[in-house]
């Protein structure tokens, strides 16, 4: 009797933790187990493991992640470069695909004919695979056979060097980037809007609120969650750029579209760099855990609060 | 259930047993990494010869293994033998990645196989000397052996040239210039230069050759890139977009160009031999090749010139392999790079067959013979040199080709500090191997 008793609340207390074991297993093994690894390996230079012309790798404390800060450091000069194009990607991204997925949603949520096609149409960009999309991109931004050239020089302007010119080829990835975005982010908007009451909107009617007015008023806070939702994703997916970079001209040219993880993937194909390789690495760990944590903090509170 | 169970094992191992009946256990089996940066069917072809290779030598495999492109092959194998990993025992991988592949001790030279043959002296001294440049270290010692090598030539559009009145092609800069803005319309880009899109150096070097000094020579520890040729020649060829309009600011990119030149959109382009057969076989003009124009110490045919590229046959050994085993390695490797596989090679692909003797063997002869195009890439490499290539090579060709497109896109306009400043950082690398 007591033994069973004792059985059921050691089962009851143990049976959590095995549940949770395979996933915490894996977790340990391929994500905390490396992260411990890139802390450590960020501190050798140049890398733990290469006796680099026959020296055996230094622990140099935080040398790499000052030379990755700096401007004259010919990897200083490459990070800076990616992180700032990075922060541009990723604002841009927020404020223009997430508006735009919302405005999207705002539209195709209304009664209309053709609505599902039009969803679909809107929505097909995000079932692209990135890589795949993104070369057929390179084709419409090539500057002499470019479907981009071909309109502007059909309403009479100059082409414009797509992938070439460096002030042009960060917004050019950006453009691909909201097409890709917009679409998938509708979606996560008309299932908020969807969620809420029809009543609330017949109620404002009654009481005199016109289009916009319900809009700001009764739309904007009750889809406050999923947007906040939509943004987060839509930052830490703008740090986890690689594939449009690799099919436009590989971040260049000189850098000037080039992104932080796809910068550490291209540093990663020589072992002298892995030091500066794992520092990079830490500090895009670092800029999203900061950003996700931040907005998990705002999250919360925001719920305990209601 | 059971009983379901009890078939599938039984068709298990009944399926092992023909797997292991293909498996002769005495096969000396060679694991052979190649990428394919061509369209053509490489794992067909391969795999073609590594039937013919097999028969010939029986008691020896081969395991053909397509690897994707040549970043993606470097990068597989390093991640294997990083991680503890057999990797290959052969491999193509590209003829600059001698040093970093050397510096981990992965690959074992070619130079001691070629002295235990009978022959080593005449197998070594049939490769086009041009060829060998990138596969010998400092102390003349060889490493990799030509497989899949190519250069950049001058394609142009003979018609075009003929209706403006020019009968043969551009022989050193000056004309280059000339004929080049006398073919540019608003339509037509007079000449385009591949070195937009992430790897201008290649082209680049094409020029600083012209000009007169290559930015490497054989020790690996030395790269000159702020001479006063290296200068000139990437001015001369930012002069080409921005001042003189022949073609698109900045360059244009590499798969562009080939395209652009086949609808007409280009009068002259340089490209890669490699890509000869398709322009051929792609164009409704009459198609011409010459060398790349000579720079300004060119009226003897001096400043003629254009550095090689593409793959070489490396070998793998840690020390850890048997002598049968190396010596089926170097039966393979000296098969591929024997004159019938490369006369073959050569036609199929366009690549330019790495031996002198493969032009006589057919199917090449024969091609060469109806294409004259053919002779002119391989007669160029009299006058080619030496791809970029020193210790951390991945690491300084990023630093020059930033610092290239950062002066050809026109961010930094002062070429000279610019490539000043590259060189510092060049010199603080190479300085550990000094």
């Known amino acids: 009797m007591i033994a069973g008793a004792w059985r059921q609340r050691f089962v009851a ?64 000069q490459r990070f800076l470069r990616a992180f700032r194009n990075t922060l541009v990607f990723a604002l841009a991204t927020v404020m223009l695909a997430v508006p735009l997925g919302l405005l999207l949603a705002l539209l195709l949520n209304r009664p209309q004919r053709l609505r599902s096609l039009w969803r679909f149409a809107v929505f097909y960009p995000a079932l692209l695979p990135l890589i795949g999309a993104a070369s057929i991109w390179s084709f419409i931004f090539s500057d002499s056979i470019g479907l981009a050239n071909a309109v502007l020089r059909s309403l009479g302007l100059p082409g414009l060097n797509w992938l070439g010119d ?50 700001v008023w009764l739309t904007l806070p009750l889809l406050r969650r ?68 931040g907005n998990f903090l705002l999250f919360e509170r925001d719920e305990r609060g209601r | 259930m059971i009983a379901i169970r009890k078939r599938m094992l039984a068709l298990f191992m009944l399926l092992s047993l023909f797997v292991g009946a293909a ?40 395991n053909p293994v397509f690897t994707g492109s040549y970043t993606d092959t470097r990068n597989t194998i390093l991640t294997e033998l990083q991680g503890g990993g057999a990797g290959p025992d052969v491999a193509v991988m590209l003829s600059i990645d001698l040093y970093s592949f050397a510096e981990e001790g992965y690959i074992a030279p070619a130079q001691a196989f070629i002295d ?19 596969g010998v270290d400092e102390d003349g010692n060889i490493w990799s052996i030509p497989f899949q090598r190519s250069t950049p ?79 000139a020649a990437v001015e001369f060829l930012r002069s080409l977009g921005a001042e003189l309009g022949v073609g698109p600011a900045g360059g244009a990119a590499w798969g ?67 002598q049968a085993e190396l010596d089926a390695i170097w039966k393979w490797v000296t098969f591929l790079s024997s004159p019938a596989i490369q006369a073959d090679w050569g036609a199929t692909t366009g690549y330019i067959a790495a031996n002198a003797s493969a032009w006589e063997a057919e199917p ?46 026109g961010e930094s306009e002062d070429a000279q500090a610019a490539m000043d400043a590259a060189q510092a950082q060049i010199d603080g690398i190479l300085a550990d191997y000094r």
């Not at chain 1, 140099?60 to 800060?69: H, K, Y």
């Not at chain 2, 794992?43 to 028969?55: K, L, P, S």
């Open chain 2, 364 to 409: 090449l002869a024969s091609l060469a013979l109806e294409h004259p195009q053919y002779l002119v890439a391989r007669d160029q490499l009299q006058h080619a040199g030496k791809e970029f290539s020193s210790y951390a090579t991945i690491t300084i060709q990023g630093i020059i080709n930033g610092t290239l497109e950062s002066i050809l896109t």
């Open chain 1, 13 to 76: 207390r143990a049976l959590p933790y095995l549940l949770i074991a395979p996933t915490l297993t894996l977790v340990l093994m391929f994500n905390v187990l490396p992260a411990f690894n890139t802390v450590n390996d960020s501190l050798y230079k140049p890398a733990r493991g290469l006796n680099a012309a026959g020296k055996p790798p230094e622990f140099v404390g935080l040398q790499n992640f000052a030379d990755i800060l700096d401007d004259s450091h010919y990897m200083g």
């Open chain 2, 256 to 322: 562009d160009t080939p395209v652009a030149f086949l609808a007409g959109q280009a009068a002259m382009i340089y490209h890669t031999t490699g890509n000869l057969t398709r322009i051929l076989n792609g164009a409704d003009f009459e198609v011409g090749v010459w060398y790349l124009p000579s720079g300004p110490a060119g009226e003897d045919g001096a400043g003629y010139g254009a550095p090689t590229g593409g793959g070489n046959l490396y070998i793998f050994d840690d020390g850890s392999k048997s």
């Open chain 2, 153 to 231: 030539i001058l394609y142009y559009n003979a018609d075009l040239l003929a209706e403006a009145g020019y009968d043969s092609p551009p022989a050193n800069n000056a004309e280059l210039v000339e004929i080049a803005q006398a073919l540019t319309t608003s339509e037509r880009h007079g000449l385009l230069v591949p070195v937009a899109g992430g790897f201008p150096i290649w082209m680049y070097q094409s020029f600083a050759i012209a000009f007169g000094r290559n930015i490497v020579d054989d020790d690996p520890t030395a790269v000159y890139f702020n001479t006063p040729e290296a200068v």
């Open chain 1, 166 to 215: 460096r002030n042009l080829v960060l917004l050019s990835v950006i453009i691909i980037n909201i097409w890709k975005q917009a679409g998938y982010f509708m979606i996560f908007f008309l299932a908020g809007l969807q969620n809420i009451a029809r009543e609330l909107y017949e109620a404002a009617a009654l009481d005199g609120a016109g289009g916009f007015q319900q809009f």
């Open chain 1, 226 to 293: 999923t947007l906040l939702f939509v943004s987060v994703i839509s930052f830490t997916f703008a740090f986890q750029t690689v594939e449009q970079l690799q099919a436009l001209g590989e971040g260049g040219p000189a850098d000037s579209a080039n992104l932080l993880l796809y910068l550490i993937f291209q540093n990663i194909a020589e072992r002298r760099n892995w030091g500066y390789v794992n520092a990079m690495t830490l500090v895009l760990i670092a800029v999203v855990l900061v950003f996700t944590l």
């Open chain 2, 116 to 134: 235990s043959m009978e022959n080593g002296e005449a197998y070594a001294s049939d490769f086009f000397p041009a060829l060998m440049s990138n």
């Open chain 2, 23 to 62: 498996y002769a256990q005495d096969d000396i089996v060679i694991d052979f990494y190649f990428p394919s940066a061509t369209a053509n069917d490489a794992e067909g072809i391969f795999q073609g010869y590594a039937d013919r290779f097999a028969e010939e030598n029986p008691g020896i495999r081969i």
